[in-house]
């Protein structure tokens, strides 16, 4: 099936799949296709497939199968039912074959580094906390990390190609796209396709500060997690650019199902975040890591401050959204 095309990788029941299974399953025992997990888009003969959570970006709705402009079926994995820990292994395992880790030095990205033992990237401005994290982080766990330095000269010359890739152009989406374009590039130059990170964490087990203070916390990480496709997407759009794409362990399937079955107050409390996570976590990595509270990505990189001064250095003085917008409408020729 010489038209067959794979982005991204597959499992069926917790087996990878070559190229040459998923070519056999899709002439010969199609009905297999259903149940495809991993983080995937396909496209043969008019038809096309996209992994359940959307996590890989395609020209088909997440979680469907697509025939001649028609849906055919949904892909619904099945695998069996595991506790947390175990299904966060399982997770790992099935996307550490190949890869880099993207290193922060907090407790997401530490345990699956940890358990990937793949090397580690790490971007930042230089001395930012960030890099400084990491390089402790990496040194704890005995792990390779590379720390890349990115200037603001880079973050300004790349930041049009950023704001033009992504979806939704506001500072907070700018300014983690811009860090996650930098590990992209640096993950291109040195060979690697897969970037495995600790995206989706801070939504399904409570990791954001301002969970500490709400008085709906159920609601708002059901919210939150609804929101996670549209992170994958600015995500993904913005990795595409250097032909890489993110794998997300904590969106597999088994992860989710295990981390929607604990109930909210269980994952925030008595002013921690992330607890059941930080309660496995401490099994596999240092506890200083284990219940390291971590900046944000873009206030950890130095990013988002290169932004505001980026905007007031061309005379966007109280507002980093009409910096964005200037240069959207620059560039779209307006």
Request: glycine share 8%.
């Amino acid at each position: 099936m010489s038209n067959l095309k794979i982005f991204g990788w597959i499992e069926l029941d917790g087996e990878r799949l070559s190229e040459e299974s998923i070519e056999r399953i899709i002439l010969k025992d199609s009905e297999k296709i259903i149940h495809f997990g991993g983080e995937f888009f396909l496209s043969w003969n008019g038809c096309c497939a996209r992994d359940h959570f959307g996590v890989m970006i395609g020209n088909c709705p997440k979680g469907t199968i697509i025939c001649n402009g028609k849906m055919k079926d949904s892909i619904s994995p099945s695998p069996q039912d595991m506790p947390l820990e175990e299904a966060i292994i399982t997770a790992v395992k099935l996307r550490s074959d190949e890869g880099v880790t993207a290193l922060s030095g907090g407790v997401d990205s530490s345990l699956i580094a940890k358990l990937a033992q793949r090397e580690c990237v790490t971007i930042g401005l230089k001395d930012s906390h960030d890099i400084r994290q990491a390089k402790h982080a990496a040194e704890l766990l005995g792990l390779t990390c590379t720390l890349v330095e990115v200037t603001p000269n880079d973050i300004e010359s790349k930041l049009p190609q950023v704001i033009a890739a992504i979806p939704k152009k506001d500072p907070v989406n700018v300014s983690i796209a811009l860090t996650q374009y930098f590990i992209a590039k640096w993950a291109r130059e040195h060979g690697y396709r897969r970037i495995i990170t600790g995206q989706g964490a801070d939504e399904l087990f409570g990791g954001y500060q301002r969970y500490l203070e709400t008085k709906t916390l159920t609601d708002d990480l059901a919210r939150d997690v609804a929101g996670l496709e549209e992170q994958a997407m600015r995500d993904q759009s913005v990795t595409a650019l250097h032909n890489t794409y993110l794998s997300m362990p904590y969106l597999d399937i088994r992860v989710v199902r295990a981390a929607l079955k604990i109930p909210a107050d269980e994952k925030v409390q008595g002013g921690r975040r992330k607890v059941p996570l930080r309660i496995i976590a401490e099994r596999h990595i240092p506890q200083e890591l284990a219940w390291y509270e971590k900046k944000a990505m873009q206030y950890g990189s130095g990013v988002w401050k290169v932004l505001q001064k980026l905007a007031r250095k061309n005379g966007y003085k109280t507002s980093i959204q009409d910096y964005i917008d200037h240069i959207n409408k620059v560039e779209h020729g307006h």
